[in-house]
């Protein structure tokens, strides 16, 4: 069985004396199946048509040396790039043979040929060359499966994260979606500010689950149609620290539970839970935080319907440097500016 796997294999031989490659057709053909090429551009033109597991190859040939042909090889589109060569040569240069290393030869074969030894390296080189291969394709095939239950891994999280954001939303009879439109305006406002898709993908887990320690707040108070008692106010404004604390244990995704616990700060330093100011509040809050604001604008209430566009984009721009930072205020204004159509709110 491992005999005519051997058979099996294709070796070109290359050189221009017909006593070399008859040489070495009759050592060879044994154990492997054996082509012949005269010239290097024979040789190409072999290859373009034909799958060999080894090539042959003599450094010293009038139309192209060795290493012209090797060079030609690897930068022919029509050839497998990685077809692994010997070169044959009746030289005794050690330079030569480093340099032939360098350029990318698997072996090296003195002339005039040892039988036994030619066979030794041909079989060693492809049975290596065929090692290499088969543990690539499986380090290939073993990331292509992790990648997969990544990717599922990944699906199930955001399947999961958009559930419970609305679970949370239905709380609230009048939040409907409130946290996945916040996560995709968040989203885009990090686009537009650069960041790469991981950070973008990042903070649209931390918008979607900003409302979360809502969970934590009785219906009664979250759907109160009348004015909030101050007592009642400040158990809304618990709403952050519960949240930070229900995500600050989730430590496969990073900073999740700074928009949860932050993204009612205010850039004036009077938000809350903790009064933070400027560029002390995270900046991922700081994002979350504009685009919260702007879809309670744009959303419907016990008491008022979806504000107009032009107050909504008034208070964007009222608030900026108080209530909002600056740069992602002036992002929001572009986004609202470009929805020439107010398709940014709840439907």
Not at 17 to 35: D, G, H, P, R, Y
Not at 55 to 68: A, K, R, S, T, V
Not at 97 to 105: D, I, Q, R, T
């Amino acid at each position: 069985m491992y005999k005519q796997e051997k058979k099996d294999w294709q070796i070109l031989v290359v050189d221009d004396k017909k006593t070399n490659l008859m040489l070495a057709e009759k050592i060879l053909q044994q154990e492997f199946n054996v082509s012949k090429a005269q010239s290097g551009m024979e040789a190409i033109a072999f290859l373009e048509k034909n799958i060999v597991d080894l090539i042959l190859l003599d450094l010293h040939m009038p139309d192209m040396n060795g290493f012209e042909v090797m060079a030609a090889i690897r930068n022919n589109e029509k050839i497998l790039s990685d077809i692994p060569i010997i070169f044959l040569t009746a030289d005794d240069d050690k330079a030569m043979e480093v340099k032939s290393f360098k350029e990318g030869a698997q072996d090296f074969i003195a002339k005039p040929f040892v039988p036994e030894i030619m066979v030794q390296r041909v079989r060693r080189v492809i049975q290596l060359d065929k090692l290499q291969k088969n543990l690539q394709n499986e380090v290939e095939k073993q990331t292509r499966k992790a990648e997969e239950k990544k990717r599922q891994f990944q699906r199930l999280s955001i399947q999961v994260m958009q559930s419970l954001a609305g679970a949370i939303d239905a709380k609230d009879k009048y939040t409907k979606g409130h946290s996945q439109r916040v996560a995709m305006y968040a989203m885009e406002i990090a686009k537009r500010y650069g960041y790469d898709d991981e950070k973008q993908q990042n903070i649209y887990f931390a918008g979607i689950l900003h409302d979360i320690g809502k969970i934590g707040i009785s219906d009664e108070i979250i759907n109160k149609t009348g004015k909030l008692t101050d007592e009642e106010y400040e158990i809304i404004k618990t709403h952050p620290v519960i949240g930070g604390e229900i995500l600050s244990n989730i430590s496969e995704i990073p900073n999740i539970a700074i928009g949860a616990r932050w993204h009612h700060e205010r850039y004036d330093g009077k938000g809350y839970p903790d009064g933070l100011k400027g560029k002390d509040i995270p900046e991922l809050a700081r994002i979350i935080g504009v685009a919260d604001a702007y879809d309670a604008m744009t959303s419907k209430r016990s008491y008022r319907d979806v504000l107009s566009q032009e107050i909504v984009r008034g208070e964007i721009e009222k608030g900026i440097g108080t209530q909002f930072d600056p740069e992602f205020a002036k992002i929001m204004l572009e986004m609202i500016d470009e929805d020439k159509n107010y398709d940014m709110h709840e439907k």
